[in-house]
T-cell receptor
Framework: QQPVQSPQAVILREGEDAVINCSSS?????VHWYRQKHGEAPVFLMI?????EQKGHEKISASFNEKKQQSSLYLTASQLSYSGTYFC???????????FGAGTRLTVKP | DTEVTQTPKHLVMGMTNKKSLKCEQH?????MYWYKQKAKKPPELMFV???????INESVPSRFSPECPNSSLLNLHLHALQPEDSALYLC????????????FGSGTRLTVV
């Protein structure tokens, strides 16, 4: 089942902050965050696991509220390179696959 | 080097053709996936091959069929496709549930004429 993402689009000036939200009606094992630039494949940003573990490789933070099955991605002091479409992806407990949300198009302007 | 390699990068095929998309991962991952992505839409899961078990999204038509010759290769066989099947086809691999992120290949841009 596809998670619900919001907002659909965000426009920022360099240095501004943004928050992208993701929620699911099903119990989640993990939440992933990806960024996709035009004409390229999605790139992994971060994974959040039930129990609070977090694995990622970029200086972007995220949270996972297990009770509400919600996750938020925090982009602070945005840079031009942050522009792209951000997808959350969710894994359930009983399956080894990931379904993507509809995406949030982020535009950072100088 | 790209750790998930997809070939070809572009493919144009007629509705009566048979073709295959190939994907190879060099990461030692135990799970591989095929996703389909239309313009301005999220990737949609088609197939999962995980720990030697194939899982199919029931909404995927039978004109798509996956094949996993070994744990590092995942092919997608195409036959009798329709123009609406034109899309970007993405292959990905992962360590398994909760083990880390998915690594995507650069995709095959498929056009059905």
């Amino acid at each position: 089942q596809q998670p619900v993402q919001s907002p659909q689009a965000v426009i920022l000036r360099e240095g501004e902050d943004a928050v992208i939200n993701c929620s699911s009606s099903k119990a989640l094992y993990s939440v992933h965050w990806y960024r996709q630039k035009h004409g390229e494949a999605p790139v992994f940003l971060m994974i959040l696991l039930k129990g609070g573990e977090q694995k990622g490789h970029e200086k972007i933070s995220a949270s996972f509220n297990e009770k509400k099955q919600q996750s938020s991605l925090y982009l602070t002091a945005s840079q031009l390179s942050y522009s792209g479409t951000y997808f959350c992806g969710t894994e359930g407990w009983n399956n080894n696959d990931m379904r993507f949300g509809a995406g949030t198009r982020l535009t950072v302007k100088p | 080097d790209t750790e998930v390699t997809q070939t070809p990068k572009h493919l144009v095929m007629g509705m009566t053709n048979k073709k295959s998309l190939k994907c190879e991962q060099h990461m030692g991952h135990r799970a591989m996936y095929w996703y389909k992505q239309k313009a301005k839409k999220p990737p949609e899961l088609m197939f999962v091959y995980s720990y030697e078990k194939l899982s199919i999204n029931e909404s995927v038509p039978s004109r798509f069929s996956p094949e996993c010759p070994n744990s590092s290769l995942l092919n997608l066989h195409l036959h009798a496709l329709q123009p609406e099947d034109s899309a970007l086809y993405l292959c990905a691999s992962s360590p398994g549930q909760g083990g880390g992120g998915y690594t995507f290949g650069s995709g095959t841009r498929l056009t059905v004429v």
